[in-house]
């Protein structure tokens, strides 16, 4: 364990010696990593914030991921309306259809629920008929929440007495899952309206 922290103490000196350097070569690197949806991202965004604050540890690793994601999903989309023409069209004129007025929250919804692999939410995005701003808006959104509090917990982590005491609830408070399910709620509830609104029209 103590050369663990002799490790981070080593790797913290050089970024403050190269500092810049260390942030371009970290965006890229997260960068590359997201393109290809890679499972494990939440280890780098914790150590963005141990690194790098809890600030620009955020704006690195919400801009790396959305930026990631967009590659693959510009990628796949390209593939599979290339050599799998049918199928994409059958699938993606039956999925936009269905969420057509809710499209942002539908969106919003899928990056903000923990547990779906980066590599399946990107797949799935692939099949939408959605623009790039609107791509990048929602996934912003969406991700920002788990972003933020794993950036916050690896901040908490320069404090050595924190380390040893941290445990998983810690990252998955109750407050957290609270806000997140509160979310979802808000989002679900504005996705019926919408519906039951275009019902009696």
């Known amino acids: 364990m103590e050369n663990f922290f002799i490790l981070l103490d080593y790797i913290s000196l050089n970024i403050k010696i190269n500092f810049i350097l260390t942030i371009i070569i970290f965006f890229f690197f997260s960068l590359l990593y997201n393109a290809f949806s890679i499972p494990g991202n939440l280890v780098f965004v914790a150590s963005a914030g141990y690194f790098f604050g809890i600030y620009l540890g955020y704006i690195l690793c919400i801009s790396t991921i959305v930026l990631g994601s967009l590659i693959f999903f510009l990628f796949s989309k390209f593939f599979f309306k290339t050599y799998f023409p049918k199928i994409f ?3 993606s004129i039956k ?14 919804i899928l990056r903000m629920i923990p547990g779906p692999p980066l590599f399946l939410q990107n797949f799935c995005l692939s099949i939408l008929n959605i ?14 929440p788990i ?13 050595i007495d924190n380390i040893k005491n941290i445990s998983l609830s810690d990252i998955f408070s109750l407050e957290f899952l609270f806000f997140i399910v509160l979310a979802i709620l808000i989002l679900v509830i504005r996705i019926v309206y919408k519906r039951k609104k275009k019902t009696l029209k």
């Open 89 to 91: 069209n059958k699938f």
């Open 95 to 108: 999925v936009n259809n269905y969420i057509s007025d809710s499209s942002n929250e539908y969106l919003i």
């Open 131 to 144: 623009n790039i701003f609107k791509f990048i808006f929602t996934s912003a959104i969406g991700f920002t």
């Open 147 to 159: 972003i933020f509090i794993t950036v916050f917990i690896g901040y908490q982590f320069n404090n």
